[in-house]
């Protein structure tokens, strides 16, 4: 069985990426907007805890998501393919 690359990779992207986005809603709902660097911030540019910084947390998970969840697919594709080669009888 393998998995559908394309599928996965936009579904990842989709989960991190508004994940991200309402976690960060979440934070400035209860605890107010802050520009200080968080440990998110030193790695996704323009990422803060404002209105403005979910919408870059937003676009950087979304493109993150994608990218590791297309990795993880061809991966999982590419060890699967190998054990049901194994698995046929000759």
Do not use: C, H, K
């Not at 991190?16 to 809603?25: H, M, P, Y």
């Not at 994608?66 to 054990?83: D, K």
């Amino acid at each position: 069985m393998s998995l559908n690359t394309r599928a996965l990779a936009l579904a990842s992207g989709l989960v991190w990426g508004v994940g991200l986005f309402l976690l960060t809603w979440w934070i400035i709902a209860f605890d107010g907007t802050s520009t200080d660097v968080t440990w998110i911030g030193r790695v996704y540019r323009g990422y803060s805890l404002t209105p403005a910084g979910s919408v870059a947390g937003l676009a950087w998970g979304f493109a993150d998501g994608v990218l590791f969840g297309a990795i993880f697919a061809g991966v999982y594709n590419l060890l699967a393919g190998a054990s049901d080669e194994r698995r046929q009888p000759v």
